[in-house]
């Protein structure tokens, strides 16, 4: 997995609690990304961090925030949990490939379930 | 709108036969593409790319095609085997190459 760590790997917990998930790389890399996999949707990206404190919105932004103090850390926070926000989510950063192009490698993955 | 498509939700094949995966993109701004796969419980992993400016890729038995003008591309895994069974997405890249776009994914069974 590169040296991505993603915590915790599964949680469990109810409508209207913050929730934050954690993702740690220790390569150094300036580019973090946060995704969500959902069935017939494949990967939609929710925050990207090109370096610290220097985050954007992707395209499945709206009930979650993001926070980079450190270049090894991305948080990803849903400050209210909502079933629709019942997902599996990655952690991924972008390398040069052999190929010249740049790669994402994704962490293990978080699976998220909001009751 | 999905920038990249992947119309086939499911496929299955026999062992040592050859798998086609499609894919198709909406963007002709697209630098890069690039296929990963993905088993159950695991995060994605390349696969194989190509830049826009090729239209084949070859890299063991992952084969990807990319024809432009039909904004098309394929991966051709030859002979499939039943470790290849796994989901695989086609993804696209722009913006100097951070800026990526998953497909919706086609789940490959290989079948013994």
């Known amino acids: 997995d590169a040296g991505i760590t993603q915590s915790p790997r599964h949680k469990v917990t109810e409508t209207g609690t913050p929730v934050t998930l954690r993702c740690h790389q220790t390569?150094?890399?300036?580019?973090m990304y946060w995704y969500r996999q959902d069935p017939g949707h494949g990967l939609r990206l929710i925050h990207y961090?090109?370096?610290?404190?220097?985050?954007d919105k992707g395209e499945v932004s709206d009930g979650y925030s993001v926070s980079r103090s450190k270049t090894e850390d991305f948080l990803l926070t849903l400050e209210s949990a909502t079933s629709s926000q019942t997902s599996v989510y990655f952690c991924?950063?972008?390398?040069?490939?052999?190929?010249?192009?740049?790669?994402?490698?994704f962490g293990a993955g978080s699976r998220l379930t909001v009751l | 709108d999905q920038q990249v498509k992947q119309n086939s939700p499911s496929l299955s094949v026999q062992e040592g036969r050859i798998s086609i995966l499609n894919c198709d993109y909406t963007?002709?701004?697209?630098?890069?593409f690039l296929w990963y796969k993905k088993y159950p419980a695991e995060g994605p992993t390349f696969l194989i790319s190509i830049s826009s400016i090729k239209d084949k890729n070859e890299d063991g038995r992952f084969t990807v095609f990319l024809n432009k003008s039909a904004k098309h591309l394929s991966l051709h895994i030859v002979p499939s085997q039943p470790g290849d069974s796994a989901v695989y997405f086609c993804?696209?890249?722009?913006?100097?190459?951070?800026?990526?776009?998953f497909g919706p994914g086609t789940r490959l069974s290989v079948l013994p």
């Open positions: 991924a950063i972008s390398v040069l490939g052999s190929s010249g192009a740049n790669v994402l490698t």
């Open positions: 963007n002709s701004m697209f630098d890069y």
């Open positions: 390569e150094n890399h300036r580019y």
């Open positions: 993804a696209a890249s722009g913006n100097y190459g951070q800026n990526f776009v």
């Open positions: 961090s090109y370096g610290v404190k220097d985050t």
